[in-house]
Protein backbone atom coordinates (compact mmCIF):
# COMPACT_ATOMS: atom_id res chain seq x y z
CA UNK A 1 0.00 0.00 0.00
CA UNK A 2 1.32 3.35 -1.73
CA UNK A 3 1.70 6.18 1.30
CA UNK A 4 -0.76 9.09 0.44
CA UNK A 5 0.56 12.47 -0.40
CA UNK A 6 0.20 15.67 -1.19
CA UNK A 7 -0.02 17.28 -4.71
CA UNK A 8 -0.20 20.85 -5.81
CA UNK A 9 -2.67 21.65 -8.31
CA UNK A 10 -1.46 23.51 -11.15
CA UNK A 11 -4.54 23.88 -13.59
CA UNK A 12 -7.99 23.51 -12.80
CA UNK A 13 -9.10 20.34 -13.31
CA UNK A 14 -12.38 17.44 -11.92
CA UNK A 15 -11.80 14.88 -10.08
CA UNK A 16 -13.49 13.42 -7.07
CA UNK A 17 -14.82 17.32 -7.23
CA UNK A 18 -13.78 20.32 -8.96
CA UNK A 19 -10.42 21.39 -7.98
CA UNK A 20 -8.90 25.23 -8.70
CA UNK A 21 -5.50 26.03 -9.77
CA UNK A 22 -3.30 26.29 -6.28
CA UNK A 23 -5.24 23.87 -4.03
CA UNK A 24 -3.67 20.64 -2.12
CA UNK A 25 -5.01 17.50 -3.48
CA UNK A 26 -4.14 14.12 -1.59
CA UNK A 27 -3.67 10.89 -2.98
CA UNK A 28 -1.55 7.85 -3.70
CA UNK A 29 0.65 7.92 -7.29
CA UNK A 30 -1.17 5.51 -8.22
CA UNK A 31 -3.88 7.24 -8.27
CA UNK A 32 -2.64 10.72 -9.28
CA UNK A 33 0.55 9.71 -10.94
CA UNK A 34 -0.79 10.07 -14.50
CA UNK A 35 -1.67 13.94 -13.91
CA UNK A 36 1.77 14.53 -12.28
CA UNK A 37 3.39 16.91 -15.57
CA UNK A 38 0.43 19.04 -16.13
CA UNK A 39 -2.21 18.84 -13.82
CA UNK A 40 -0.13 18.08 -10.64
CA UNK A 41 2.45 18.17 -9.18
CA UNK A 42 4.31 16.38 -5.86
CA UNK A 43 4.21 18.94 -3.10
CA UNK A 44 7.83 18.08 -0.63
CA UNK A 45 7.06 19.39 2.83
CA UNK A 46 10.64 19.89 3.08
CA UNK A 47 10.28 22.77 0.38
CA UNK A 48 7.35 24.43 1.87
CA UNK A 49 8.01 27.62 3.59
CA UNK A 50 5.44 30.45 5.02
CA UNK A 51 5.09 33.64 2.77
CA UNK A 52 6.78 36.84 3.94
CA UNK A 53 5.73 39.06 6.02
CA UNK A 54 4.11 42.37 4.45
CA UNK A 55 6.31 45.17 4.74
CA UNK A 56 5.98 47.55 7.71
CA UNK A 57 6.15 51.06 5.58
CA UNK A 58 5.16 50.99 2.19
CA UNK A 59 8.08 52.86 1.35
CA UNK A 60 10.72 51.49 1.40
CA UNK A 61 12.52 49.82 -1.16
CA UNK A 62 10.23 52.76 -3.23
CA UNK A 63 12.51 55.24 -5.36
CA UNK A 64 14.05 58.39 -3.65
CA UNK A 65 12.44 60.87 -6.54
CA UNK A 66 10.01 59.25 -9.45
CA UNK A 67 10.85 62.40 -12.02
CA UNK A 68 14.94 62.20 -10.97
CA UNK A 69 14.56 57.63 -12.37
CA UNK A 70 11.39 58.00 -14.46
CA UNK A 71 11.78 57.36 -18.33
CA UNK A 72 11.41 61.38 -18.63
CA UNK A 73 14.17 61.75 -16.87
CA UNK A 74 17.35 63.83 -18.37
Known amino acids: M ?3 R ?3 VLRRHEGDRLYEEG ?3 KGTEQELGHLSPRTLELFDKSTRRKAEAP ?6 GAPA ?5 GRKAK
Do not use: F, H, P
Open 6 to 8: EWK
Open 2 to 4: SDI
Open 55 to 60: LLNKAE
Open 23 to 25: EVR
Open 65 to 69: NKAET
